[in-house]
């Protein structure tokens, strides 16, 4: 009965088992729900955030910031964001003073691009890091997108931006020297590209998320596969030659 109606507290599951003839105190129906993992109505059968996102995938975009440090032990910020749906990601800007009018202007700028594009999302996930102001947030509200806010040190809450961070850094970041905002800027470009439409994803079933050639017969023929070199030979990307 629990599990058929998650809105009915330990009374009503009570009430009901009366009318067929079972009496049962409300005590042991709540300590019979909770020892097989049953939590208190009405919350019983929610879905989970991990379920959320899983379900909401496809109308959800991320963002969040991170840290890099140059040469020269400056702090350069990079905004970016990320299509839960597809893991294709945008490139936001790097910036050395994330003020409030650079953050909106950013807002606008992936607003505009998803516009002409014809994307748009049903919800914006996001920390709650103070650069994100109210102007940033009515960008997104002004197209029909609600902002959610994660709880407070829950980086999971984001996972989706927090493993993207993860993977540039591990893949790109951790082996270059980064010289300044430009620097930043060009690298982080180059690899975006690459991330959005050479690389294979784990959970897009190993294929890009703009995947734009497809899968392509197999040839014998090894002479048809050709190398190009990323950042001077740090991301090596490979494609079969047309016959």
């Keep these: 009965m629990a599990r058929e109606n998650p809105r009915w507290g330990c009374i009503r599951v009570k009430g009901e088992l009366a009318k067929l003839g079972i009496r049962v105190s409300a005590t042991k129906i709540r300590n019979l729900l909770r020892r097989h ?3 208190p109505a009405p919350r019983r059968s929610g879905p989970t955030w991990a379920e959320f996102l899983r379900n909401q995938a496809h109308g959800v975009l991320a963002c969040d910031f991170f840290t890099v440090e140059t040469v020269w032990l400056k702090t350069l910020y990079v905004l970016f964001f990320i299509e839960a749906g597809t893991r294709r990601v945008h490139v936001g800007g790097v910036t050395a003073n994330p003020n409030s009018a650079w953050v909106t202007q950013q807002a606008r700028n992936i607003s505009f691009d998803l516009s002409e594009h014809h ?7 996001r920390d709650r890091d103070s650069k994100y102001t109210a102007s940033f947030d009515e960008v997104f509200r002004s197209d029909g997108t609600e902002v959610i806010r994660t709880p407070i040190r829950a980086p999971r809450a984001n996972a989706f931006a927090e493993r993207w961070v993860r993977t540039v850094r591990a893949e790109c970041l951790d082996w270059i020297l980064i010289l300044g905002r430009r620097h930043l800027d060009g690298v982080f470009r180059i690899y975006v590209e690459h991330y959005n439409r050479a690389r294979p994803h ?3 079933a190993l294929a890009s998320p703009l995947d734009e050639a497809g899968s392509s ?22 494609w079969r030659a047309a016959a």
Aim: proline content about 0%; aromatic content about 12%.
């Design 37 to 39: 993992g049953f939590g």
């Design 119 to 125: 994307r748009s999302f049903r919800f914006l996930i």
């Design 202 to 204: 784990r959970g897009l």
């Design 217 to 238: 017969a197999a040839s014998s023929s090894a002479e048809d596969i050709r190398r190009r070199d990323l950042l001077g030979g740090l991301i090596h990307e490979y």
